[in-house]
């Protein structure tokens, strides 16, 4: 079964520095998506980035990136020029894939809260 | 382009009581998703359809849960009798075939 680790339970950055939060997995599939959502208070999911594994490049979105290393299965998210409204939980999330149902089931891991300091 | 919505936003029942919660995804997914979210903890995958049938319902409590999916579209989650433990968030999401899953803001629930 795949599963997801964030070691970080909560990680602070002052405010226009750059913050990495670590994420690993594990699986034997060699398809499959990876994710970095973003939860603030009002408890929405919102989607930062994602990173197909069969892309050896780097997502970037803005000031997010990733940093994929799929030998070592590991993704992590950085965000540059710290905001404010950066502030919230961060979720690695994992999308396997099933081809002979044709579902995605989506593992989480347990989320890295975010401060930033002003 | 609307967002998922979910109803109630937050629900507080006593042990033992039933609870209903609403989805209704974005115009056009056929695929929904219920995750339960307690304190600390990432979501959980309870139950996935791909239109209205059931692909994933391995991590729900049959024995007190229950959801559905009439007509492909709007969804229900039902807990009946609830359980102190129940106490979490409830997320649903929805996404088109092969792309990333969307969020509503999710249902609070409080067993007292």
Redesign the interface.
């Known amino acids: 079964a795949q599963t ?1 680790t964030q070691s970080q339970p909560e990680m602070s950055v002052q405010e226009a520095e750059t913050v990495t939060l670590s994420c690993t997995y594990d699986t034997s599939e060699s398809d499959y ?1 990876l ?1 970095w ?1 973003k939860q603030p208070p ?6 930062v980035i ?1 990173q197909e594994a069969y892309k050896q490049q780097n997502a970037t979105e803005n000031r997010f990136s990733v940093n994929f290393q799929k030998a070592a299965k590991s993704f992590s998210l950085k965000i540059s020029d710290s905001q404010l409204g950066d502030a919230a939980m961060y ?1 690695c ?1 994992y ?1 396997s894939s099933s081809h002979t ?11 890295t809260r975010l401060k930033v300091l002003a | 382009e609307a967002g998922v919505a979910q109803s109630p936003r937050y629900k507080i029942i006593e042990k033992r009581q039933s609870v209903a919660f609403w989805c209704n995804p974005i115009s056009g997914h056929a ?1 929904l ?1 219920w995750y339960q979210q307690i304190l ?6 309870l139950i ?1 359809f ?1 239109n209205n049938g059931v ?2 319902d391995s991590q729900l409590p049959k024995d007190r849960f229950s959801a559905e999916r009439l007509k492909g579209v709007d969804s229900t989650l039902k807990i009946q009798p609830a359980k102190l433990e129940d106490s979490a ?1 409830y ?1 649903c ?1 929805s ?1 088109l ?2 792309e ?7 249902t ?1 629930l409080t067993v007292v």
């Open positions: 997801v998506y994710f959502y009002s408890r929405q999911m919102i989607l994602r979720f999330a999308r149902s044709g579902t995605y089931k989506y593992i989480f891991g347990t989320g | 695929t998703y600390g903890q990432g979501p959980k995958l996935q791909q692909v994933d968030v997320l999401a996404s075939f092969r990333e899953a969307f969020f509503g803001q999710g609070r």
